[in-house]
């Protein structure tokens, strides 16, 4: 069956780094884009970085450009996102999806980052 299954989040202090990491299986990972997507405590849902099925195209918020990088590997069906400098108000839940042109196909279930001294 479909999974995508995030790791990586965690409590990391302000201006710390974070890796998440999302496994792909039970569908071709190359045919798809991704997404990171996140939901801070009380907050709506946030888009915070996309890659095409390539990993050619790579688009971000504006709050997290330049300190966050999404990455893929299809070789291993892997997603990533690279978290720099990382501050308080990145505290939220993360989660990847997978994408058909603009629809999301498939979710995580999502890894949890607390940003915190």
């Known amino acids: 069956q479909v999974q995508l299954v995030e790791s990586g989040g965690g409590l990391v202090q302000p201006g710390g780094s974070l890796r998440l990491s999302c496994a792909a299986s039970g569908f071709t990972f190359s045919s798809y884009g991704m997404n990171w997507y996140r939901q801070p405590p009380g907050k709506e849902r946030e888009l915070v970085a996309t890659i095409s099925s390539d990993g050619g195209s790579t688009n971000y918020a504006d709050s997290v450009k330049g300190r966050f990088t999404i990455a893929r590997d299809n070789a291993k069906n892997m997603a990533y996102l690279q978290m720099n400098s990382l501050t308080p108000e990145d505290t939220a839940v993360y989660r990847c999806?997978?994408?058909?042109?603009?629809?999301?196909?498939?979710w995580g279930q999502g890894t949890q980052v607390t940003v915190s001294s």
């Open positions: 999806a997978a994408r058909r042109s603009i629809a999301i196909r498939y």
